[in-house]
């Protein structure tokens, strides 16, 4: 969907109060880290399956801001999991200690995966940053410290944010896909990572990117493919279901969990250029003989296993309408295969990054 020409800051719509918590070159070509059999990328790969089992793995400014009101911390408690109370049901994402070492523990993922790089997109000084959807905030705070330059935001609908962080680092706590307050034309870069299942509509969301984004500026969306795959050939039964259903509840609740393979040309139809993407296959285990591949087998094979109660139990109970204990004794069925590793599993992972043009038709 194309996007209308940046408003000349007449019309402003009025400021919608949001809740500041103070704390202190692109691949031309798809990177496939891991290869095998799979369309979208296919070379040979060396397994390694230690033991004769099949080794497992074991189990801002003060304009426009509002004080923290003590209903953002009201949380909900549901399946033995913490949820945020704002913005009731618009995520179905935990928000307790273990969803946090989960996004962390992906970011430890991104990290490897980029050779420590933070972004695709080629900065120069930035000035302004925003990390849409920051979780616990650690991508802006590394940000922060990367470009000093740069006065990074971490927005998001739940303040689990470190009170501790860089001068240069803010986080605020605000609904994406409502009319964001910032100025149009303001940040060199929109960082957007695993907001699948969370936004309703991602064309008006690009399109929305799109007017915020300085000309010149990027936005780098990062999402995990929410499937699964086996370097053996169909996925054993209960893995398969389980993200099958994921995909059914993502439609349900109206925030789909699928479709990020078009996230190039929705960018682009949003007036993105030059957009770039990047798709790398994850080892989910340790059986990759390469270790490199194995560390980072290790780390998805973690991030799945916790990843299943996070994703499943509101969508499961809530949306499919299972009994919490019916989902649970699922959830350990999927939970015995992510651990095994002769199932060979592995998972994708895309990066885009698209840039705003510099000169505009008029």
């Known amino acids: 969907m194309a996007t209308g020409l940046p408003s000349s800051g007449t019309d402003v719509p009025p400021a919608r109060p949001r809740l500041v918590l103070d704390g202190g070159g692109l691949d031309s070509n798809p990177s496939l880290i891991l290869a095998g059999d799979h369309p979208r990328g296919s070379t040979s790969i060396e397994i390694a399956l230690p033991g004769g089992d099949g080794s497992t793995f074991g189990s801002s400014t003060g304009s426009e801001v509002s004080s923290l009101s003590s209903g953002i911390l009201n949380y909900e408690y549901e399946n033995g999991r913490r949820y945020h109370s704002s913005q009731e049901g618009s995520n179905v994402f935990p928000n307790d200690t273990?969803?946090?070492?989960?996004?962390?523990?992906?970011?430890?993922?991104?990290?490897?995966?980029?050779?420590?790089?933070?972004?695709?997109?080629?900065?120069n000084e930035p000035q302004k940053i925003l990390d849409v959807g920051t979780g616990t905030g650690i991508w802006a705070i590394d940000a922060a410290d990367r470009y000093p330059t740069a006065l990074v935001i971490g927005n998001d609908l739940t303040p689990i944010q470190p009170a501790w962080a860089p001068p240069n680092c803010q986080f605020e706590v605000d609904d994406v896909e409502s009319e964001w307050v910032y100025p149009e034309n303001t940040f060199d870069l929109v960082h957007n990572r695993f907001m699948l299942g969370s936004i309703k509509d991602w064309d008006e969301h690009f399109s929305r990117v799109f007017r915020h984004i300085k000309p010149g500026g990027y936005l780098e969306v990062k999402e995990a493919v929410l499937e699964i795959y086996s370097q053996r050939g169909p996925c054993p039964g209960n893995s398969a279901k389980f993200f099958e259903l994921l995909q059914e509840s993502g439609s349900r609740s109206g925030r789909p969990m699928t479709g990020v393979e078009g996230f190039k040309a929705k960018m682009e139809a949003a007036g993105f250029q030059d957009v770039e993407e990047r798709i790398d296959q994850l080892p989910v285990g340790t059986w990759p003989k390469d270790k490199r591949l194995s560390e980072i087998g290790t780390y998805t094979q973690v991030a799945h296993l916790e990843g299943v109660s996070s994703y499943g139990s509101a969508l499961f109970t809530r949306v499919l309408g299972w009994a919490p204990s019916d989902a649970a004794r699922f959830f350990e069925q999927v939970c015995e295969e992510f651990r095994?590793?002769?199932?060979?599993?592995?998972?994708?992972?895309?990066?885009?990054?698209?840039?705003?043009?510099?000169?505009?038709?008029?």
């Not at 070492?101 to 900065?123: F, K, N, Q, Y």
């Not at 002769?342 to 505009?360: A, D, E, I, S």
């Open 98 to 123: 273990m969803e946090q070492e989960r996004l962390d523990l992906w970011h430890h993922i991104d990290s490897l995966v980029l050779g420590g790089e933070l972004t695709m997109a080629p900065l």
């Open 340 to 362: 095994d590793n002769r199932n060979l599993f592995y998972t994708l992972r895309y990066n885009f990054v698209g840039r705003k043009p510099l000169n505009l038709p008029v």
